[in-house]
Structures are given as C-alpha cells and as structure tokens.
C-alpha cells in the first residue's frame, strides 16, 4: 500500500511538473517569440503606433528567425546595409529568392533587396550570391549610386541641381529603352535620395528658374508627392546614412519630469510593491496569531473540563 501511494506521489509529480514546462514553453512563445508578430499584424496595434515603432517590432519578428512574408516586403522599404547581410547570410544556391510558397529561409528575399540595393540580378540565388562577392564591400549610398548609373544618371551627395532633375525625370518615367518597365525600386530609391537630399517639391514647383517645367517634371513631381505620402521623412524609418538628422529627444532625462525617470519609476513601483506586500504579511500574520489564541483558549478550555 505504502509503495501505491508513493508511485502514485510520484506519477503527480512527474505530471505537475511536465505540466508546469508545458506552460512556460506556451508562455515563451506568446509572450516572447510572437509577441512582436503578434502586435505588427492586429490593426489596432498598427493605429496608435507609429511607422518608427511598427519598424522595431519587425526587426523583433525577424531578429527572433521568424522572416514572414510581410515582414520581408517592410524590411526592402526600411532596412539598411546591417539587414541585406543578414538576407543574404541566409542565401542558398540554386534558390528562388522571390517565392514565398514552402519553406524559404527569407521569403520574397529578391524583392527586398532590389529596394535596398537599388540594384536588380533577377530572382536567381546564384546570381544574387555572384553580385554580393563583388558589392558587399560598398556601402548601401553606392550600391544605391550605381542602380542609377544604369539609367544614365550620375548624383552626388548632397543631391545637386541637374541631379533633381534626373531623379524627377526617372520618377516620371512608365518604362525605359533598354529594360522595358521601369522597376518600382528604382523609383523608390530615387524618391527617397531626393527626400532624405531635402528636397523640397512646393519650393521647386514654385522657383521662379522653373516657371517652365516640363510635363514629365511635373509628373516627377506628382509620383514624389503619392511616394511621400507613404514614406515620409518624418516617420524617420528607411532614412539613408546622409539623410539621418540628431534625434532631438535622445537623452529623454532633459525633457521628462523627474517622477518619469528611471529612478522616479522605480520608487513608484516600489511606494506600490512593498507597502502592498507588508500589509498583506501583517494580515496573514494577525489571522495566524488569532488561529493560534483560538486554539489555545480551545485547549484551556477542555482543560478545565
């Protein structure tokens, strides 16, 4: 009987504690590996926050190995050099790098390259893994400099006159000789070097040296403005290493009251904590005492019986 109950001990044991594992393991994946997946895909989420911070749970989703197909088509508009890396880290031989059907270690992986490169080698991994030999070495300012050499365009940084107006001209055109449709990275990337150049389009539109803008300017013009839109400056995600200004809120400590400070929070949760804990521990300790005195006078009482 002793040896029942002491397997039987045993065997709940055994269970509690494969229970308890099983809901750490749950509560990791939640709480931890999908909870930045979680956030970026619920629409409320994504309305109160902003592009900046919807970018830094995305690096989350794929810092934690988790490059779905949404996560891959963001990072080719926000990513820089670190991000095509690790892209291509991740590379095989012989690979399509545009599927996204199956297992592929970076869905879509071609598309995002081509936004951040500036530069397009097909879908092929071969081919991608061939240019990232001879380029890896450049930063993503050049790679981006000689995606508009293809197109005849020679820009400096800061972007000069005859420049914006090459990149105006690019954003206007529907397709090319050489290439046939114009590839939308290329576009992209010649939208954001004139927005991160501090290109103004209002101030150009209205100068008194372009009274004659040409039509295709103008429509250069028109594709910056719909780009704008949806990638502007001020969201400060995709910017390009000349185009980053000093974030006027870096040392937080200037601007926040003290009580919003680290040291200010802390007492917070403290003043919060431990009069909470130590007023529960006086109760329990009083309802312990008075079990005690009940006890006693119980027994005092059959004593004298």
């Not at 494969?18 to 956030?39: D, E, H």
């Not at 150009?204 to 780009?227: C, P, T």
């Amino acid at each position: 009987m002793r040896v029942f109950s002491r397997c039987k001990r045993i065997t709940f044991q055994v269970l509690g504690g494969l229970l308890i594992l099983a809901g750490v393991a749950v509560s990791y994946f939640w709480f931890y590996l999908y909870a930045p997946f979680r956030r970026t895909v619920h629409p409320d989420w994504c309305r109160h926050h902003s592009a900046e911070a919807y970018w830094e749970e995305t690096q989350k989703v794929l810092q934690r190995g988790q490059f779905r197909h949404d996560a891959s088509i963001i990072m080719g508009y926000y990513a820089d050099k670190v991000w095509a890396e690790r892209i291509m880290e991740r590379v095989k031989p012989g690979e399509d790098m545009d599927s996204c059907g199956g297992y592929v270690p970076v869905p879509h992986a071609a598309s995002a390259m081509q936004l951040i490169t500036n530069q397009d080698v097909g879908d092929e991994g071969d081919a991608w893994l061939e240019w990232w030999k001879a380029n890896q070495s450049k930063s993503q300012e050049e790679w981006i400099l000689d995606g508009f050499r293809e197109y005849g365009l020679e820009i400096g940084t800061p972007v000069e006159e005859e420049g914006i107006l090459g990149l105006l001209e690019l954003l206007a055109k529907t397709s090319t000789d050489e290439r046939g449709s114009l590839p939308f990275h290329a576009k992209y990337n010649a939208f954001r070097w004139l927005r991160d150049s501090g290109f103004d389009p209002l101030r150009f539109a209205l100068s008194d040296s372009r009274s004659a803008v040409s039509e295709e300017r103008r429509q250069g013009l028109l594709e910056y403005a719909k780009l704008e839109r949806s990638y502007p400056k001020k969201d400060r995600v995709g910017i390009l290493e000349f185009g980053k200004e000093p974030d006027p809120y870096a040392d937080y400590r200037e601007y926040l009251p003290r009580v919003m400070l680290p040291k200010g929070v802390a007492a917070a949760y403290s003043l919060m904590v431990v009069p909470t804990l130590l007023g529960a521990c006086l109760i329990m300790l009083s309802m312990r005492k008075r079990h005690r005195d009940t006890g006693e006078d119980v027994d005092a009482s059959q004593g004298r019986d």
